[in-house]
Structures are given as C-alpha cells and as structure tokens.
C-alpha cells in the first residue's frame, strides 16, 4: 500500500491577507532532503498549526489530514506569489 500522495492547495482573497498567510507559511526547513534545507524558505504545515512536542502520535493526521509535514520543496517563486496577487 503506497503511503504518498499529492495534493493541490490554492489560497485565495485579499492581497494583505494572502501576504500574513505567506509570511505564517514559509520558514526555513531543515527537515527536508534539499539543497535548499537550512538556507531558502519553505512552506510547511508545522507553521500553519505547530505540532506540540508531547502530542499524540495521530496529531498530524487530525489536524492536517496527513500524517506528515511537506516533503517537497515549496519556495515563494513555486507559489507564484507577489504583493497583490490573488491567490497563491
């Protein structure tokens, strides 16, 4: 049984709100298999709901209907994001 999947995300409103939702969504990773971990900013879950350190094992998938964090790479550019852009 696979245990990957793809999943398409589109973001849309206000122009300021788009921007809080970037600024709360991309940070710098280290958890990936990147040249890019530790150095570019990447989307995330975790930023958009932390996972607690002492949360149970099924957190992820209850709160971000998958069991884990991003795996690919997700810059700003690949968001096709810009300052009055409206949807991402």
């Not at 990447?42 to 958009?48: G, I, K, R, Y």
Request: hydrophobic residues 35%; negative net charge.
């Amino acid at each position: 049984m696979s245990t990957k999947f793809d999943n398409v995300l589109t973001v849309s409103g206000p122009h300021d709100e788009l921007e809080r939702f970037v600024t709360h969504t991309i940070q710098i990773r280290y958890d990936v298999d990147s040249p890019y971990a530790g150095k570019v900013p990447l989307f995330t879950l975790n930023a958009l709901l932390p996972k607690p350190a002492d949360a149970p094992s099924d957190w992820q998938t209850t709160r971000w209907g998958c069991p884990f964090d991003t795996s690919c790479v997700i810059t700003l550019p690949d968001m096709r994001w810009s300052s009055h852009c409206e949807s991402i």
